[in-house]
């Protein structure tokens, strides 16, 4: 199983960007999908998650209105959209995929990190 995690560069704040996971190995359409991202010096902390068949998605409170994450079902990639980036948003960003669901330990406290597979990271620098 692979997820590959791209689309990560530097913008101004206010911009956009928008990142992919790939994945070989596994459907995603049958996964649970989080995003995380990882400042320098900071913990992991997941940021949405969208359920198996895309029927939930799950923000944390510091992107939502702003972040959305959709799933291309005929390329095997989820991606997350990210409008009105903010300096602290400036982090390294990964892809999870879990065989269950969007597990509730992840929605209570977004530091939960017990997704089943990880990809690499894409880094997402945000200039004030």
């Known amino acids: 199983v692979q997820l590959q995690a791209s689309g990560g560069g530097l913008v101004q704040a206010g911009g956009s960007l928008r990142l992919s996971c790939a994945a070989s190995g596994i459907t995603l359409d049958n996964y649970a999908i989080g995003w995380f991202r990882q400042a320098s010096g900071k913990e992991r902390e997941g940021v949405l998650c969208?359920?198996?068949?895309?029927?939930?998605?799950y923000y944390q409170d510091s992107v939502k209105g702003r972040f959305t994450i959709f799933k291309d079902n005929t390329k095997n990639t989820v991606y997350l959209q990210m409008n009105s980036l903010k300096p602290e948003d400036t982090a390294v960003y990964y892809c999870a995929a879990d065989p269950t669901t969007c597990k509730e330990e992840l929605l209570v406290d977004w530091t939960y990190v017990g997704m089943d597979y990880w990809g690499k990271g894409t880094l997402v620098t945000v200039s004030s």
């Open positions: 969208i359920s198996t068949t895309g029927g939930s998605t």
